[in-house]
């Protein structure tokens, strides 16, 4: 563990504060959420599942050669304004914005992913939150990874913490890292230092563009549901309820936009493209 990180909760401290135009109301309204009474630890629990309830997770930009640009407002923007998603860079970005003008104090740490084979992605490769309440307990809040906890894990809890989502832990890595386990399988390697939004402009656009990421050659869409989960991915949809898994292929152009429409809250004026629109590296 870095000492010098996580001795001085004053860390989070120096991050921005939210923008001034953020429209707090209409952010909670995104999400069904009641404004919180004060920043601790049973708010940020409700706030986080709301935000995976409504807010899907989804690549459609890289294949709607949408630009996807690392700015607070925009990424705000997107999620309230537009009722769009997006994946980790984004999301976790917008909850951040959120959290801190709730009154949490909020770091972006950076992580690397570790795929079915045990390696590590690249540096930057994805993006999680370290939220202080106002009672200094400390969370790792993420709300862009996808199927992953519905809960924020305690961030200084080494034991395993239950989850709608699974079994969790946060152990010790090499190098004062953390590892985040789900199951008893590693899913990323966490540093514990403070990062700037700046700081993720080169992962964001490895995933955007580079064959060797799985974002530009798949298209997905995803949401957490009270009953389980519903994934769009390409014309696929994938519905989890109740520990049952139903795969149906979605018929013509008309019924894939419905379901973006429908299911998602997503309206679409063309239909993204595997592809489509997506810069050479």
Excluded at 238 to 250: F, K, P, S, Y
Aim: charged share 30%; net charge negative; glycine share 8%.
């Amino acid at each position: 563990m870095n000492d010098d990180v996580m001795d001085a909760p004053d860390q989070t401290a120096s991050a921005p504060a939210a923008p001034a135009l953020l429209d707090v109301s209409a952010y909670l309204a995104r999400i069904g959420a009641r404004r919180p009474v004060r920043a601790d630890a049973a708010a940020l629990r409700e706030l986080h599942v709301r935000h995976l309830l409504s807010v899907p997770f989804e690549n459609l930009s890289i294949h709607l050669g949408e630009d996807i640009l690392l700015d607070e407002k925009a990424l705000v923007d997107k999620v309230v304004g537009d009722r769009r998603g997006g994946f980790c860079y984004e999301l976790n970005t917008a909850f951040a914005v959120l959290l801190r003008a709730l009154g949490y104090r909020v770091s972006l740490l950076q992580a690397r992913v570790v795929d079915p084979e045990g390696r590590l992605g690249i540096p930057y490769d994805h993006m999680a939150l370290l939220v202080v309440t106002a009672d200094g307990e400390r969370w790792l809040a993420d709300v862009g990874f996808g199927d992953h906890s519905h809960y924020p894990l305690a961030f200084d809890e080494r034991g395993d913490q239950a989850d709608p989502g699974g079994r969790f832990r946060v152990q010790e890595a090499a190098d004062g890292d953390l590892e985040v386990l789900r199951d008893g399988k590693p899913q990323y390697r966490l540093e514990t230092r403070p990062r700037e939004l700046a700081d993720f402009t080169a992962g964001a656009w490895y995933h955007r563009t580079s064959p060797d990421s799985h974002f530009p050659r798949s298209l997905v869409c995803s949401l957490l549901t009270e009953e389980g989960r519903i994934t769009l991915s390409d014309r696929k949809l994938i519905t989890r309820a109740h520990g049952e898994r139903v795969e149906r292929v979605l018929d013509g152009d008309e019924e894939v936009r419905g379901a973006y429409r429908e299911l998602f809250g997503i309206a679409l004026d063309e239909l993204p493209v595997v592809g489509h629109g997506t810069p050479n590296p």
